[in-house]
């Protein structure tokens, strides 16, 4: 997928590229992630001044990572990190019980507040469940 853009000047280009990029991922600011023009670092200081990106690369692996790891971060700092994962996922308990082989109701005690699981075992979770849902 390519996705091309130009500009009279620096500013124009920039603004050009990010509206392009933006347009390329719709629907990705619907979930909290970073713009895709804000992912991607351009470091102008081993040009010369007065000189301009005319290329600019998209790494969407890099991206892509980087977008799991502030889903799984927000998850894990939520209030209560297994309704947080549920409500991002859109899937019931009986869902992630039978993706887990976890007891339902271990899972729903934790949802509802009334009890929480180690922190390792809640990374543990997390992670089998975005690296599920990234292969699905």
Not at 2 to 19: K, L, N, P, R, S
Request: glycine share 6%.
């Amino acid at each position: 997928v390519g996705c091309f853009t130009q500009g009279d000047d620096i500013g124009e280009c920039m603004e050009m590229a990010q509206d392009a990029l933006g347009v390329m991922f719709e629907g990705v600011a619907e979930k909290d992630y970073p713009a895709p023009a804000q992912a991607v670092d351009i470091d102008l200081s081993e040009y010369p001044a007065g000189s301009f990106v005319s290329y600019v690369c998209f790494d969407k692996e890099a991206y892509d990572e980087r977008v799991k790891q502030n889903e799984r971060a927000a998850i894990l700092n939520a209030e209560n990190p297994i309704r947080e994962l549920l409500n991002r996922r859109r899937m019931k308990i009986k869902e992630l019980s039978d993706l887990l082989e976890m007891p339902y109701r271990t899972l729903q005690d934790n949802a509802l507040g009334k009890s929480k699981m180690p922190r390792w075992v809640l990374k543990l979770v997390v992670d089998k469940v975005l690296n599920t849902s990234s292969n699905a």
